[in-house]
Each structure stands twice: as structure tokens, then as C-alpha cells.
């Protein structure tokens, strides 16, 4: 039977959670991080079944390399509560083969989340399970929140503008100065954002039970 999970969450420093420890635990690898000088080693971890790294075209090329990646990200981070990177945590279709699904999750990546200038590191897990157990096939997707810039360097994740009222007048502080407001440089954090990319891979899945001529997903 068919089993649908889509959830987003954040990596936040303020949680104690290093970006680079995630990874590794993630793709199943041991990985330094030059930002706490101590390294995590997940190589034992069984059921990874693949780690892929995702870049749009004006990301660096070495962000390929995982702990280049998320140590480069750790180190623009400079406040104690920073928040890092979203993690979707998302089930794959056991009526689907792992060659479909992987299939699927590529093109997910590519097209929601790389076309839009993120950097996706995605690993894909198949846990081993009891004997009789239903399998747990899901991936894990990595997405710094941080934007990078056309020239390759990391962005801003928000900017100030002047708070104006409805007549276009200035608003302004209990300090008689223009007061400002911080919004997203990105659409990426939005609620919006996130309805739109669970419904899209509802979608997928569905188009793909289509073929397969399975009940879909709701």
C-alpha cells in the first residue's frame, strides 16, 4: 500500500546541529568539519543506497565534493543561531522499483529545486527491516538556506525595506526613524513554496501510478 510522507524541517545551530554532521549521516560517510574541528563518521551506516550532489550552473564546481560544500556553507554562517540548511525528509513508493524511484528524485531535484539556484544534496535510504516488515525506502535532501550569488560567492538570506503605510507615507519607529522589515531573499523559506514542491511530488507519484495503474496518492 502506498505511503506518502513529505516533511521539511530546518538545521539550526541554535539546536546544536551541525550541517556537516547531517550530511554525513546522510550519504553514510565520514566527513570533517574544519568549523568545530571534529569529524562524523557514519560509514557503518547501512542502507544508503546512493548520495548525490546537485549544482546549478553558477555554483562552484568543488561543491561537489560534500565536505567542501557544507564546511564553505558552516563557515558563512556566522551567527550562533544560524539557521543552515532545509531538510526534506520524503518516502519513496514501494510499488515502484528503486531504479523508478531514483528516477523520480532526480528529476524532482533538477527541476524544483536546482532550477531554482539551490544546492541539493540528496541520499536515498532503503533500511533494513524486520523479517514480514513493510520496506522504508525515503531520501533525504539537503538544501542551504543561504543563496549563492550569479558570481559563485554566498548571498544574503534576507534584506531590510522601509515599512510604508497604506497612502505610501514612511512608518515610522518609537524612535521617530523609518522603521524596516526583513524579507526573504528567495522565495525558498515560504510557506507557499513548501505546499507547492508536496503537492508537485504528489503529482509525480500520481502521473506514476498512473502508469503503473495503481490508486493514487492523495
Known sequence: MASYHFHL???KRSRGQSVIAQAAYRAGEKLYSTYYGESSDFTRKRGVVMAEICLPDHAP?????????????????????????HSFDITL???????????MVRAF???????????????????????GA???????ILVPIRPLKEDGT?????????????????????????????VSTTEWSSKEMLIYLRKN???RCNEKFKEKEYKEIK
Open 201 to 203: 511530488w504528489a503529482n
Open 9 to 11: 524541517t530546518q538545521v
Open 134 to 140: 513493510e520496506p522504508n525506502p525515503h531520501i533525504h
Open 154 to 182: 554566498w548571498g544574503i538570506k534576507e534584506k531590510k525595506i522601509p515599512v510604508m503605510d497604506e497612502q505610501g507615507n514612511p512608518v515610522l519607529d518609537k524612535n521617530g526613524k523609518q522603521a524596516y522589515r526583513a
Open 93 to 103: 513508493m514501494n510499488e515502484f522499483s528503486m531504479e523508478e524511484n531514483i528516477e
Open 109 to 131: 531535484v533538477q527541476e524544483e529545486l536546482v532550477s531554482r539556484g539551490m544546492i541539493a544534496d540528496f541520499a536515498i535510504h532503503d533500511p533494513v527491516r524486520p523479517k
Open 61 to 85: 564546481r568543488e561543491y561537489a565534493d560534500r565536505e567542501t560544500l557544507w564546511n564553505a556553507l558552516e563557515w558563512a554562517e556566522s551567527g550562533r543561531k544560524a539557521q543552515l540548511a
